[in-house]
């Protein structure tokens, strides 16, 4: 059995690493919290956008936007990643790149390349032994800005529209609540009209200004840029509440740690006095 | 009763405005577009400027926007901003200072600014301070 110092030393380190986990859990709780309040700000936004491109599949525009249209035959599909920077989250991330795999493996199997962006150090990370990563954004911090995904999302954007690419596909964690945190794999390209065609009895247009050519990039590429805003967003809510949660488990495991080794340590204590003592007996016998 | 139609405004961070109004004037591409109610479905690209709303009662609202996208329905306006700051928020300093750095750097076509990007950072920042400057003058009268 250990001697009694050790043990203690042992009970020292363990409760040094709980603080920490104690402290971290905290921090992320609180920063879950606003960046809960950053995903509610921007929902409106990634709404209305989507408002705009389902009313423009009911109109019938002279000009069609390479982005509704369909492609068939994709030669090459194009994915972004959103992950993480920092790790201690659980699963969030590895349950995440999970499915990513899981879905390029489809296109692998039809002899389909696979071109990569990858948003947060995680990813990049991973994705590096797989190849192939066009473009990349780390070190976003807490409160990214559309600003900063401006260039990753126009590399993938340009690599369609030059026909290097025929799909575009978004993977990210959607925040369901604290507790769950729910990887997805969506289509961003060709845009995909959902649900029913409305049934319109007459024909309409917009009118564009200054041209439908003009109106229809700028807007197709915000609606791209804010879904993938509103994916970073929400990854970083997942990220928040995913290492409360490891951080709390944690925690608790440093507690049942100490107990068990607190225990260990009075029985040593207890034995090394009962020892002692029957010494002492036996001395005065002896005596 | 006048007719009113729904306005909402908002950016990718945020939610601006959201109510209902009896006019709306915005910068659009080809120069600044009055929408009443029933107006025919429209989607144009903004300018960076001001969006103007009259609320019911002839109230008025401003707005400043740096850019973006408006669709128009019959009843209901939407207008997608790249950022829109409320008028009051603007910091006349700093937009004078983005000024005085974009004019800078349309004088020194040869730096390595680009030429374009000055031209849309100069046209924001003359945006900004005429905002600023309506906004003091109705406070102020």
New interface residues.
């Given amino acids: 059995m250990a001697s009694g110092k050790e043990i203690r030393t042992q009970i020292k380190s363990i409760k040094n690493t709980q603080k920490i986990t104690r402290a971290m859990e905290m921090v992320a709780a609180s920063k879950m919290r606003k960046a809960q309040d950053?995903m509610s700000?921007?929902r409106?936004?990634a709404e209305?956008?989507h408002?705009?491109i389902h009313?423009?599949a009911y109109?019938h525009p002279e000009y069609r936007h390479h982005y509704l249209l369909p492609r068939e035959n994709p030669k090459r599909v194009g994915y972004i990643i959103i992950s993480s920077d920092r790790g201690l989250c659980g699963g969030l991330n590895n349950n995440m790149f999970k499915d990513a795999l899981t879905d390029m493996r489809r296109w692998r199997e039809q002899d389909i390349e696979i071109d990569l962006c990858t948003i947060g150090q995680k990813a990049s990370q991973f994705f590096k032994r797989f190849g192939n990563i066009s473009a990349q954004a780390t070190q976003l911090g807490d409160n990214p800005?559309?600003v900063d995904l401006i260039g990753t999302v126009k590399v993938m954007l340009d690599a369609y529209d030059k026909g290097e690419i025929d799909r575009l596909f978004l993977v990210y964690n959607r925040f369901v609540n604290t507790m769950t945190q729910q990887p997805l794999v969506e289509q961003l390209l060709p845009v995909e009209p959902d649900g029913k065609e409305k049934e319109l009895s007459y024909h309409?247009?917009?009118?564009?200004?200054?041209d439908a050519k003009?109106?229809?990039d700028?807007?197709l590429i915000?609606y791209i840029?804010?879904l993938v805003?509103q994916g970073v967003v929400e990854n970083i809510a997942c990220e928040m509440a995913a290492r409360m949660v490891a951080m709390k488990s944690a925690s608790d495991n440093a507690g049942d740690l100490i107990d068990g080794l607190e225990l260990v340590y009075n029985k040593a204590r207890q034995a090394a006095i009962t020892q002692e003592l029957s010494e002492i007996v036996a001395g005065a016998a002896a005596v | 009763m006048a007719m009113t139609m729904h306005v909402d405004i908002v950016s990718a961070e945020s939610e601006i405005f959201s109510g209902t109004a009896e006019m709306v004037l915005a910068p659009a591409a080809q120069g600044e577009v009055g929408i009443m109610p029933r107006h025919t479905q429209m989607l144009t690209s903004l300018k960076p400027g001001e969006v103007r709303i009259t609320r019911e009662g002839g109230e008025q609202e401003y707005f400043y926007v740096s850019g973006g996208v408006m669709e128009v329905q019959p009843h209901v306006v939407t207008v997608l901003s790249d950022t829109v700051v409320r008028a009051s928020d603007l910091n006349e300093a700093a937009a004078l200072e983005a000024k005085k750095h974009a004019e800078q750097a349309l004088k020194d076509r040869k730096g390595d600014m680009d030429y374009a990007k000055a031209e849309a950072e100069l046209a924001q920042a003359v945006a900004q301070i005429r905002m600023i400057q309506k906004v003091r003058k109705n406070i102020g009268g």
């Fill in positions: 950053r700000a921007s409106p936004y209305k956008m408002n705009v009313h423009l109109a800005g559309v309409w247009d917009y009118i564009y200004e200054p003009e109106v229809l700028g807007l915000r840029e804010s805003y």
